[in-house]
């Protein structure tokens, strides 16, 4: 099984977008981001990208677990 | 008309021959990218060695204006300095291919963009000493 990370993902834009996403890659954690709705789109959204990295705090391992 | 007029011969070219897909195995910069108008996702993957891109590597769920994209700025960024790479603009790309339809042009935005975030990913590693 894959492991379980934490993402975020935000909008390269002007607007002020950014959302955690756990997931097991980059891809998907971009990809559920680009999905879920209820979410208004930015207005540059066609122009600008939406960036996706791992969150790594620096001295610390960050563990995942679904409940 | 045709809706393949809209394409210019080169754009079509790569996107029925994409270069460079797929991940580069001892990559030290990735950059994944997403348009949230359109869906489509990039992921670009960098070797550097002494600040020279030594291979490049994509994988690209989108359309053809952004496979083309991707397949081109991995053409031009191939063997280039990482300070030289990050001048490649989305119209490098776009003039590189001989122009996009105006529709498809942020798909030149999302390869310059996943190549901005593979040489800052690469930077990350780098001053982390991975």
Redesign the interface.
Known sequence: MSELKLYM?Y??GEHPCCNVRVATS??EA??Q???HSGKP??ND?????????EVKV?GYKIIVEKI | MDVWDDYTEKVMEHYEHPRNVGVVENANGTGVVGNPACGDVMKLTIRVDDDIITDVKFKTFGCGAAIATSSMVTEIVKGKNIDDALKVSNKVVTDALGGLPKVKLHCSVLAEDALKAAIDDYRKNRDSGK
Do not use: I, Q
Not at chain 1, 45 to 53: D, G, H, I, M
């Open positions: 993902v909008h390269l980059l891809e971009m990809t981001c680009l999905n789109k930015p959204a066609a122009l600008r990208s939406c960036k996706v990295e620096n």
